[in-house]
């Protein structure tokens, strides 16, 4: 799972502050046990050379009398051992009664070494720093060894380690809430770029990102970004300007090959072949033109002005006079379209709610089964007039219903398989629904088969113009 950079960038922050902590942490409780236990090192040594002097000058009585004198420290212990081991005398804690030293340790000693070491002591194995070193008395080699609990130097390191493990944690926990606001912080400028730019869409390709005067990488990144939107911008104005130049083009031949094509039609001497081969050439020349059409219309609203003469319209006449364009494409796949409904007051362009309502009819019939039927219906609400198409086509599942508006868009279904189309007709309807300030929408009434809706605002007055000769509340039927 991929965090977002904040919190990556939040727990790098406290895993880094952890592994100091840790290891200065570390450092500070060596470093003080080492410096504790040196401290007392420096006094039992020259303590322990005392007693030995005092005892090869004196004998057994100046032990307890230099030992008193020279040790300090907690529990401390002094002791004299005999060649076999057995304390000769011993002074201060208990621990001295017994011998402090292993038997290898004296030998050790008695060889001549000074051994200075932590070593356990007593019943409950308590930690004592010892040194010892031999001595002697009349010829007689003795083992001298002096000790100190070791109790406070355990105890100091224990607070110190004690307050480190309460400290380090809230350390942490403060370094990821600084690390947090910093992060927030420092990633502020990036979201400002990455909400700014989220808004520019197609139409809005002129606009620039604010590049902020700090010359960083932030500035750098808005930089980079504009230059990338200037591209796209050329790239799309340019392809703008190939398609309304094609598509003006095309129109001219296009109107020819049509009245071309119905003069021919007209003739009386044409074999009945000739005639279904002509009727089927009419058919593809009104439907490439269209798609011009629809190519144009794209091109207009890419650059902001689909031109719309807007008066009061009503949708029964809209698709009454959009059905019969249609009518021989139907025919040819033996397809009824049924008109029906209410009258519809609207505020729109007629001839643009025609092509819209054109293609969704066209969608229809093209998904539509063989034998079929079309179904047109008008309809009002309190704010849109609307006219809806359905069909009893394979239908589109739920998560395609908005996609199917995109330009080009093919879905990978029984609906986007074995039909013709340039792809684009849905996403006429939703630009002409646009232009208008109303709606296009999808739904699927029954097992099989959509309904494509088109709304628009409903005019505002209190008696509607008479834009049909159909009278309100008629349900008139077109039938092919």
């Known amino acids: 799972m991929k965090l977002p950079i904040r919190v990556r960038m939040t727990a790098w922050y406290a895993i880094l502050l952890a592994v100091i902590v840790a290891g200065v942490g570390a450092f500070l409780v060596l470093r003080l046990r080492t410096d504790l236990t040196s401290a007392i090192d420096g006094s039992l ?67 001549g070494r000074r051994i200075t070491r932590t070593v356990q002591l007593g019943p409950k194995d308590e930690r004592f720093r010892l040194v010892a070193r031999a001595a002697s008395r009349r010829g007689d080699p003795v083992v001298v060894a002096a000790g100190v609990s070791m109790a406070g130097v355990d105890g100091s390191v224990h607070r110190v380690l004690v307050l480190l493990l309460i400290a380090g944690p809230a350390a942490l926990i403060a370094t990821a809430a600084g690390g947090w606001w910093l992060a927030g912080r420092a990633l502020r400028p990036i979201e400002r770029l990455r909400a700014h730019a989220q808004e520019i869409g197609g139409d809005r390709l002129d606009e620039r990102l604010a590049v902020p005067a700090t010359g960083d990488e932030v500035a750098r990144l808005a930089a980079t970004l504009n230059t990338m939107l200037a591209r796209i911008q050329r790239g799309v104005e340019e392809q703008h300007l190939i398609v309304a130049d094609v598509s003006h083009e ?32 009419r058919e593809e020349v009104d439907r490439m033109s269209r798609t011009v059409d629809d190519l144009l219309t794209l091109s207009s609203a890419d650059e902001g002005c689909l031109d719309l003469l807007v008066e009061p319209v009503d949708l029964r006449q809209v698709a009454a006079a959009t059905v ?50 079309v179904w047109l219906r008008t309809w009002s609400t309190v704010d849109e007039a609307v006219v809806s198409v359905e069909d009893e086509g394979p239908g589109i ?15 990978d279904t029984a609906r986007g398989r074995g039909t013709d189309g340039s792809g684009i007709g849905l996403s006429i309807v939703r630009e002409v629904a646009r232009a208008h300030g109303g709606r296009v929408w999808v739904e699927a009434p029954r097992a099989g088969g959509s309904t494509f809706s088109l709304a628009i605002p409903v005019i505002v007055t209190q008696n509607p113009p008479e834009a049909s000769a159909t009278r309100p509340g008629a349900t008139p039927t077109v039938r092919t």
């Open 324 to 373: 019969p364009s249609l009518l021989p494409r139907a025919r040819s796949r033996a397809i009824d379209v049924s008109l029906g409904g209410e009258a519809a007051f609207g505020v729109g362009d007629h001839e643009r709610l025609r092509q819209a309502l054109g293609n969704l009819l066209d969608n229809a019939i093209k998904y539509s089964p063989q034998g079929g039927t």
């Open 45 to 111: 040594v020259p303590a322990t050379d005392q007693i030995a002097i005092g005892y090869h000058a004196e004998g057994r009585p100046e032990v307890p009398d230099v030992s008193s004198t020279v040790l300090s420290g907690e529990r401390a212990a002094s002791q004299v051992l005999d060649s076999g081991g057995r304390v000769i005398v011993a002074y201060g804690d208990p621990v001295g009664r017994s011998p402090m030293l292993s038997a290898a340790d004296q030998r050790d000693v008695l060889a």
């Open 250 to 281: 095309l129109r001219s031949p296009l109107a020819a090959m049509r009245s071309e094509l119905d003069v021919s039609l007209r003739a009386d001497k044409l074999t009945s072949d000739a005639r279904r081969v002509l009727e089927s050439t």
């Open 397 to 411: 599942p739920v998560e395609l219903r908005e996609r199917v508006f995109d330009r080009f868009f093919r879905a």
